[in-house]
Structures are given as structure tokens and as C-alpha cells.
């Protein structure tokens, strides 16, 4: 599906950029950009934020990075999150209206370090992240519901492929995980290949997430995106991978 390109997106994007990391940002240090030291866990792909958002106010003690590809698609993440823990909203007028009612168009409103919540986007592509990405510091990774390449010649592209495991395994902390889910019948069986092929422990695994056979804590825990509740209301099933690296 084509995304309609937002009206004055970099203008919206340079209101909220307090909550966007640069590649500058990145660091080792990664955890001081947060007003409280927290194991630290990304996700590849936000879209438009359901799952973040969800994710982040459930699980409130640990910190995000969340990447997203195409701006304007990570712009209607950033503001979802930024309207859900109480920083404001879109002003029908133009620009972004702050709490107090002050207007940011088109400027850099410095939301206090304690106000900003434990999520920072990354607008940008995922192999660029996980080159700069500091090592060993993430409890956890989510990929969902990412582009299946369904043609071979496409493969590397995969986030699946052992290329990026490779990477993740990189990234991971000890005792870390990787949480992928898919509507993608092929992305799937790729997926469990790949993992098995390069090392990785299968933790759990299930062709249909939503099934009453799988596990209840799993499926309470589960935050649903924008994509996932759409393929569940046409009847696809929700097909979804947790795995541990290999042990070096």
C-alpha cells in the first residue's frame, strides 16, 4: 500500500526531533539519551508506531530505539507517541501544539529530558542502524511484519537473512532474544530455515499467533500493530518466531 505523502513532514519531523537520534547519537553510550538507564531494546520497521507505542507503555522498564525507513512513515510514529504520553498534538492549524499551548512550526521544540518517555526514533535504513549500533547492548530485538522479497534474487534483502542474524547476534546482550512476527507463509518457513542454519536456538514458534493452542501468557503479552490486526480481520493468520543466538 502507497503511503500519502504528509503535508509539511519535514517541518512536523523538526518539531519533534528531540525524540529522533541522528547517526552522531549513537554510541556506546546509547542509554544516556534517556532520562533513566534501562536494558535497552529496538525495533526495525516501527510503520506507524502501534507497536511501539503499545509495547513501550506496557513494558516501562526498559528504553527503545526504533527504526523506520521512509520519513514520513516514522513521522506518523513519532507523533503517535508523542500524543500518547501526553506531549501535545497536531495543531489544525500547522505545526505542533505543545501541552501548554505553545505552536512549534517548522522548529526543534526541546522537550524536557524528562518528559521525552523511554522511546527514540531512528529515521533511516536498518543495515545502516545495525552498522553503527552499539554492540552486546540490546535485551531484546522486534522485527515485524517486514517486507517478505518473495523474489531469490531479492534474498540479502531479507530480515531474516543470516546476513542480519549475524548482525543481531552482534547487537544482542547475553541471554537476548530476537521476537519476529509475519503474515508471510514463505517469509516464515524462510525464516526458520535460516535461523536453524545459522545457530540460532528456536524458543518458540507458531503459525498462528492467535490461536487459543498457543501459549496464553504469550498471547496476553502480545501487542498488536497496524498490520497485524488488519491480516487478522481478513482472516490471515499471524505467524511469529522468538530465538536466541548462538553462544559464542
Not at 513501550?56 to 500524543?83: F, G, M, Q, T, W
Not at 531479507?158 to 519476529?180: D, N, Q
Not at 528456536?202 to 501487542?223: A, G, K, P, Q, W
Amino acid at each position: 500500500m502507497r503511503n500519502r505523502k504528509k503535508k509539511n513532514g519535514g517541518n512536523r519531523l523538526e518539531n519533534l526531533s528531540a525524540l529522533i537520534l541522528n547517526d552522531s547519537d549513537i554510541s556506546p553510550e546509547t542509554g544516556s539519551l534517556f532520562d533513566k538507564d534501562r536494558p535497552l531494546r529496538l525495533e526495525i520497521g516501527c510503520g506507524k508506531g502501534d507497536f511501539i507505542s503499545g509495547v513501550s507503555l506496557r513494558e516501562p522498564d526498559y528504553n527503545y530505539i526504533a527504526v523506520e525507513r521512509i520519513s514520513d512513515v516514522a513521522l506518523a510514529a513519532v507523533e503517535k507517541y508523542a500524543e500518547g504520553r501526553g506531549l501535545g498534538t497536531l495543531d489544525h492549524h500547522g505545526g505542533w501544539r505543545g501541552p501548554d499551548g505553545t505552536v512549534y512550526k517548522g522548529e526543534r521544540w526541546e522537550i524536557p529530558a524528562d518528559q521525552r518517555g523511554n522511546v527514540r526514533f531512528y529515521i533511516g535504513d536498518a543495515a545502516r542502524f545495525l552498522e553503527i549500533a552499539p554492540k552486546g547492548r540490546f535485551d531484546r530485538i522486534y522485527a515485524n511484519f517486514s517486507d517478505p522479497w518473495p523474489k531469490s534474487r531479492h534474498e540479502i534483502r531479507r530480515l531474516t537473512h543470516p546476513g542480519f542474524l549475524k548482525k543481531y547476534s552482534e547487537l544482542l546482550a547475553p541471554g537476548g532474544e530476537l521476537r519476529i512476527k509475519t503474515d508471510n507463509d514463505g517469509l516464515f518457513e524462510y525464516t526458520l530455515e535460516s535461523l536453524t542454519s545459522s545457530g540460532w536456538s528456536v524458543l518458540f514458534s507458531t503459525r498462528d499467533l492467535h490461536s487459543d493452542d498457543t501459549d496464553r501468557s504469550i498471547r496476553e503479552s502480545n501487542v498488536v500493530t497496524e498490520y497485524e490486526k488488519r491480516f487478522t480481520e481478513q482472516g490471515v493468520n499471524i505467524k511469529a518466531v522468538f530465538a536466541a543466538p548462538p553462544v559464542v
